[in-house]
């Protein structure tokens, strides 16, 4: 894992077979935002548009959201997810630190209604919920609350 006193940005990812939600953040400050979700339908993976994000933003390390049941046993997308995190080491040659993604997309759907609630936002688009579980992924990891599930 990335030092914590120093400054390294960070690319989180949420992997859904639709879309994969793209969040940015940094070591030094601990703090992440959303920012971006890559096409991933039945024609793969919008390799271009993620390259394009991590050229971009020269990340020191991924940050992959695994999917798990409550009880920490394997989801039936885990290993899908464990294949796209050796694809991804092996494409752009970063170190991928797979963390339990647990709630986070809900988590972030329930922030946007929040938001809506609050007249900050008329609606909730389902790009936004993917970008904000990757900033939920991120924003645990960064903050230690996380569970590497490797």
Not at 85 to 91: D, I, P, S, T, V
């Amino acid at each position: 894992m990335p030092e914590t006193n120093s400054c390294h940005t960070l690319l989180a990812l949420d992997y859904g077979q639709k879309r994969i939600g793209i969040a940015v953040g940094t070591t030094l400050t601990g703090t992440s935002h959303p920012l971006a979700t890559v096409s991933n339908r039945r024609e793969g993976t919008d390799w271009d548009h993620l390259g394009e994000l991590i050229r971009t933003w020269e990340p020191e390390a991924l940050v992959l959201g695994l999917p798990l049941h409550a009880d920490g046993s394997s989801h039936a997308l885990s290993e899908e997810v464990r294949r796209f995190a050796r694809q991804l080491e092996g494409r752009f040659r970063l170190a991928v630190y797979l963390v339990d993604e647990h709630l986070t997309s809900w988590d972030a759907e329930q922030a946007l209604k929040a938001q809506r609630q609050q007249g900050r936002r008329r609606r909730i688009r389902r790009e936004e919920i993917d970008a904000g579980a990757a900033q939920r992924i991120l924003q645990d990891f960064l903050e230690g609350r996380v569970h590497d599930p490797a």
